[in-house]
């Protein structure tokens, strides 16, 4: 006797049913690149201001204070070198939590107001 298990089977899942899913997921991705990328801009931004605003908002005040910097590293021995770049590299860590803390609450609130908003969905043409 032979039984069939077709009828068993559970249908594939319906693509469209996805399709909500992997555009809010792909929303929610671009929006947080974006985010990621417009902080990294700002704090890439926040040492030239401090070093424009020290130098008066002139451009050559700024290329000397770059220049003397640029000779007391070169001059420095390495021992000094390494703390300079560990220095540095902590105060950028530091300035990026810091921006990202402060804008992620704005961040969040719009996300959740844009996922919050969609469009009215199409109806079934099926």
């Known amino acids: 006797m032979m039984v069939s298990h077709l ?3 559970t249908p594939p899942a319906n693509l469209r049913s996805l399709l909500p899913f992997l555009q ?3 929303f929610v991705l671009i929006e947080t690149a974006r985010f990621a990328a417009t ?15 020290v130098a008066g908002w002139d451009l ?13 590293y070169l ?8 703390l300079f770049s560990q220095d540095l590299k902590g105060c950028f ?10 804008r ?5 609130k719009r996300l959740a107001a ?12 099926d």
């Open 75 to 82: 001059e420095a021995d390495s021992l000094r070198r390494s």
């Open 39 to 53: 902080s990294l801009l700002i704090v890439l931004g926040l040492p030239l201001a401090l070093f424009l605003f």
């Open 7 to 9: 009828a068993d089977r």
């Open 114 to 125: 844009d996922l919050e908003n969609h469009p009215a969905r199409e109806t079934n043409r």
């Open 24 to 26: 809010g997921s792909c």
């Open 104 to 108: 992620m609450p704005r961040f969040l």
């Open 93 to 102: 860590l530091v300035l990026a939590g810091a921006v990202t803390l402060f």
């Open 60 to 72: 050559g005040g700024l290329f000397t204070q770059l220049a003397n910097l640029s000779d007391r």
